[in-house]
């Protein structure tokens, strides 16, 4: 091959090679730009979607119908006048909530007899899965509180507990938590708080208040602000509730 025709593969490779250059530079110049579009778009959409939260928590909240004889924060009514606190965060479709009513409900109701304690019970709605759509948690938690602002929360609590539906069921009908709260005497006013739904979207805040304290499972119980369980964080025995409110007094 001659000089002459050396010279020229030289200079067409190396055109080739800055061609190609080129085109990398191209190519990432719009890979980068395309990224930043991208970018930009989803920030735009997150600030958009926390906008719109916010506006959605906003009006949720402005709704909430806090049940007047609510406490702590609205989140609970209290039965008792005792020294020690006992706060129960309990779904009435859970099976385990009803389990440590069974086992420990006549301790907790002697302790609260003697003015050893004060319970506060606080309603949640974290079963609604398990109810095939019809959001029982929710629908229970809120006649439970109809029957508070009526003055019969525990007779309405216990005959709720009595009358469980199993989870993955539909639970019961508000025609059925009607009825039950007319076997424990109340009437024409709690029957409206459930048909309306006055209450369900308190159960909501409720709920959400009992995650924002770090709480996932029910029951939970808390004494004096300590939680109580038993061994492997399973249901705490009675020995061990009883222990923990002793200590707790002192």
Request: aromatic letters at 6%; one cysteine or more.
């Amino acid at each position: 091959m001659s000089k002459g025709n050396r010279g020229r593969d030289r200079a067409a490779a190396k055109r080739i090679v800055e061609q190609q250059k080129a085109a990398e530079r191209r190519r990432r110049v719009t890979i980068w730009t395309s990224v930043g579009v991208v970018a930009v778009l989803l920030i735009a959409g997150l600030i958009g979607w926390g906008v719109l939260a916010n506006q959605e928590k906003s009006t949720d909240a402005s709704k909430v119908n806090t049940p007047s004889v609510a406490v702590d924060d609205g989140t609970a009514f209290a039965v008792g006048t005792g020294p020690v606190t006992v706060d129960i965060y309990e779904d009435f479709m859970c099976p385990i909530c009803h389990s440590f009513e069974d086992q420990t409900g006549p301790t907790i109701t002697q302790m609260v007899a003697d003015k050893k304690i004060t319970v506060r019970y606080h309603p949640v709605s974290i079963l609604d899965r398990a109810s095939n759509g019809t959001q029982y948690s929710t629908r229970s938690a809120g006649a439970a509180a109809a029957a508070a602002v009526d003055g019969k929360f525990l007779e309405y609590h216990k005959v709720l507990f009595d009358n469980q539906p199993e989870e993955n069921s539909d639970g019961l009908s508000n025609e059925k938590l009607i009825e039950l709260g007319q076997s424990v005497g109340l009437g024409d006013t709690f029957a409206t708080a459930v048909n309306d739904k006055t209450y369900d979207s308190w159960a909501t805040k409720v709920t959400e208040t009992f995650a924002s304290r770090g709480y996932n499972g029910t029951p939970t119980i808390v004494v004096n602000g300590k939680q109580v369980e038993g061994p492997n964080n399973t249901l705490p025995t009675t020995e061990v509730f009883t222990q923990a409110v002793t200590a707790a007094a002192g």
